[in-house]
């Protein structure tokens, strides 16, 4: 049974970091693009960031370029998600994903069960 495991999400106030880890059970994605995702209240699931399999190419969505750093480790099976310089609009609930096929949901295999991220003041 493949899992993908997230934790590290949390309430920061604007402008402050947080770092989410994913950590995949069952299965190697070693090969394979892996990311991340979010889904605000009342929106759809967006692409936020993807990670190739060697790590040597990083995608961003528009909107957390420059402050977010996507990041991989084969060797542990686990993919992480520096967020800097938070803004309020970040606030979701963040899924990793695995395989990422394309930028949509559509192209993922496997979800991990999100976890909160909410910046506030």
């Known amino acids: 049974q493949v899992q993908l495991v997230e934790s590290g999400g949390g309430m920061v106030q604007p402008g402050g970091s947080l770092r989410l880890s994913c950590a995949a059970f069952?299965?190697?994605?070693?090969?394979?693009?892996m990311g991340w995702f979010r889904q605000a209240p009342g929106k759809e699931r967006e692409f936020v960031a993807a990670?190739?399999?060697?790590?040597?190419?990083?995608y961003y969505s528009d909107s957390v370029k420059g402050r977010f750093t996507i990041s991989r480790d084969n060797a542990k099976n686990t993919v992480d998600l520096q967020m800097n310089s938070l803004k309020p609009e970040d606030t979701a609930v963040y899924y990793c994903a695995a395989p990422l096929r394309t930028w949509s949901p559509q192209g993922v295999d496997y979800w991990g069960q999100g976890t909160q991220v909410t910046v506030s003041s």
């Open positions: 069952g299965r190697t994605f070693s090969s394979q693009a």
């Open positions: 990670i190739s399999w060697s790590g040597d190419s990083k």
